[in-house]
């Protein structure tokens, strides 16, 4: 078992619609990371949270430390979004290094 | 563009030959990491530097693999005799400081043929 799972794994949406992508980790951690990756590999850094809620534009992640689960949403979603969101953990004691989910693929459409 | 460039973006090579690449990280940024990512899944932690200490090595990085990072700027990921099973997306990325944001690079596709 992976120490961090997402889901789900393929997600279409139609334009407008509002998305919520689920992560959940096994371990201690001391900061979780929403990463958003586009085709040909560029990865960009979206969130790093280490409790509560953070909100940027129409993205909102939040996290509980206690049930070891976080959440992205998109509201008022549009075809630029279309991506692979990928949740990251640093687990408790590991210095900097991140253990990475598989990813959610997301397509939106018109 | 994150201010990490990675050189080349591709490489196609022959199994057996030695490949090198180059992460050029953001200036002030004293930490640097080397990722792995296979088709389909996420990246995998190679191997990380602070300043010019390579301070920690995944087990994924066998022998063949080495990297540097000389003067605590650039760094250099080394794979001697490829095999197949190295075609992958080689990612890097940088922070200031262990608790930051890493910024990654648009990555190096090898392919070994």
């Known amino acids: 078992k992976n120490e961090v799972e997402q889901s789900p794994q393929n997600l279409t949406a139609q334009e407008g619609e509002f998305i919520t992508i689920n992560c959940s980790y096994s371990?201690?951690?001391?900061?979780l990371h929403w990463l958003q990756q586009h085709p040909g590999g560029g990865i960009v850094s979206l969130f790093m949270?280490?409790?509560g809620k953070k909100k940027h534009g129409r993205l909102i992640a939040t996290i509980n430390i206690q049930e070891k689960h976080s959440s992205l949403h998109i509201t008022a979603s549009h075809p630029r979004d279309s991506a692979v969101y990928i949740c990251?953990?640093?687990?408790?004691?590991?210095?900097?290094?991140?253990?990475f989910g598989t990813g959610t693929r997301l397509q939106v459409t018109l | 563009d994150t201010g990490v460039s990675q050189n080349p973006r591709h490489k196609i090579t022959k199994r057996g030959q030695n490949v090198t690449f180059r992460c050029d990280p953001i200036?002030?940024?004293?930490?640097l990491y080397w990722y792995r990512q296979t088709l389909g899944q996420g990246p995998e932690f190679l191997t990380y530097?602070?300043?010019?200490?390579?301070?920690?090595k995944s087990r994924l990085l066998s022998d063949r693999f080495s990297a540097e990072r000389p003067k605590g700027s650039f760094s250099t990921l080394e794979i001697q005799r490829t095999e197949q099973g190295d075609s992958a997306m080689y990612l890097c990325?940088?922070?200031?400081?262990?608790?930051?944001?890493?910024?990654f690079g648009p990555g190096t596709r090898l392919t070994v043929l």
């Open positions: 990325a940088s922070s200031l400081g262990h608790a930051s944001t890493q910024y």
């Open positions: 371990v201690g951690i001391s900061a």
């Open positions: 949270l280490s409790s």
């Open positions: 990251a953990v640093r687990p408790t004691g590991t210095a900097s290094k991140l253990t």
């Open positions: 200036s002030e940024h004293n930490r």
């Open positions: 530097f602070q300043n010019e200490a390579q301070l920690e």
